[in-house]
């Protein structure tokens, strides 16, 4: 799968505790870096709010799933751009369609 463009929103509610960041395209394990960044950013500008990421308008890779799921489990985030993490209170909206891989079979060549 190629790295594709993602399509985010942030929203801001009027009383400033909590972003909706809704996400269009397909998330990939490639391309979550982009939303991290997004995400971090939201968390720079007010960081006592939660971050909702809302994926009811994406797909999303199982590999790219089970990241986010377990980045809202520790309530950390990556940074996208080094291996720094921020605290956050992060929820999702689970995507209508997770993207199941094929595991890659290693061919391997016998020596006789």
Same mark, same amino acid.
Request: some cysteine; overall charge positive.
């Given at each position: #799968?190629? /790295?594709?463009?993602?399509? $985010?929103? $942030? &929203? @801001?509610? =009027?009383?400033?505790?909590?972003? &909706? @960041?809704?996400? !269009?395209?397909?998330?990939? *394990?490639? /391309?979550?870096? %982009?939303?991290?960044?997004?995400?971090?950013?939201?968390?720079?500008?007010?960081?006592? !709010? =939660?971050?909702?990421?809302?994926? %009811? !308008? %994406?797909?999303?890779?199982? %590999?790219?799933?089970? =990241?986010?799921?377990?980045? *809202?489990?520790?309530?950390?985030?990556?940074?996208?751009?080094?291996?720094?993490?921020?605290?956050?209170?992060?929820? @999702?909206?689970?995507?209508?369609?997770?993207?199941?891989?094929?595991?890659? @079979? #290693?061919?391997?060549?016998? !020596?006789?």
């Amino acid at each position: #799968m190629r /790295n594709p463009r993602l399509k $985010v929103t $942030v &929203r @801001i509610d =009027e009383n400033l505790r909590k972003s &909706r @960041i809704e996400v !269009h395209g397909v998330v990939t *394990a490639a /391309n979550i870096r %982009a939303l991290y960044v997004v995400c971090r950013r939201a968390t720079i500008k007010l960081p006592s !709010h =939660e971050i909702v990421i809302d994926l %009811a !308008h %994406a797909r999303v890779s199982a %590999a790219a799933m089970d =990241e986010l799921r377990e980045r *809202a489990r520790l309530s950390l985030l990556h940074s996208g751009i080094d291996a720094s993490e921020t605290p956050c209170r992060l929820s @999702i909206v689970d995507p209508p369609t997770i993207i199941k891989t094929k595991p890659t @079979i #290693m061919k391997t060549k016998e !020596h006789v």
